[in-house]
């Protein structure tokens, strides 16, 4: 099935412990369909290697973030969960996965250049996927195409409303 609108580009990780390197689309796949699911739920999902694979295809109806499914396609990073207790959410992505993050997201805002990129804990407040700061990554991060400053309110934006008497 197909979406018809892409308003959020959302980025999550797979929580699980970075000890498991070989967690891939095939694992997800897995561990989805057990869930009673039709298949893997991303679109895209990026291993600890920085390998980029993909899952359902990015136009497809995806399954990965409550009530959003169907104005968002996906990015899982592998990994996310502490070593010690994988129910824990931990930043633990490899150098590999952050250039493969950068590149998928460069990518999919040619894509869709209508569409926020967002972290899962955004849209459902009961999570905190993918584990890292969203906003602070778009920040520091120069991704091609993308103003973070058109999605939020600047310094800039609050003096120009004072100017204008709108504040
Ligand atoms: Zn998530």
């Known amino acids: 099935m197909a979406r018809l609108e892409t308003k959020y580009i959302v980025i999550h ?13 095939k694992w997800i796949d897995r561990v989805h ?16 290697k920085g390998e980029i694979q993909q899952g359902r295809e990015d136009e497809e109806l995806q399954a990965h973030v409550k009530d959003y499914n169907h104005i968002s396609t996906s990015i899982c990073l592998v990994g996310g969960a502490k070593e010690e207790d994988w129910k824990q959410g931990e ?6 996965q952050w250039e493969s993050l ?30 890292f700061n969203v906003r602070e990554y778009l920040l520091n991060e120069d991704i091609k195409g993308y103003s973070f400053a058109d999605s939020t309110v600047t310094d800039g934006d609050i003096q120009e409303m004072k100017d204008a008497g709108e504040l």
């Open 91 to 96: 930043d633990n992505f490899t150098s590999e």
């Open 33 to 48: 369909r057990e869930r009673g699911w039709l298949k893997v739920g991303y679109a895209k999902v990026l291993t600890r």
């Open 102 to 131: 950068k590149k998928v997201l460069e990518e999919q805002v040619i894509k869709y250049p209508k569409a926020r990129i967002v972290g899962h804990y955004e849209l459902d407040e009961r999570k905190t996927c993918p584990n």
């Open 13 to 25: 990780c797979s929580q699980t412990r970075p000890s498991m390197k070989d967690v891939d689309v």
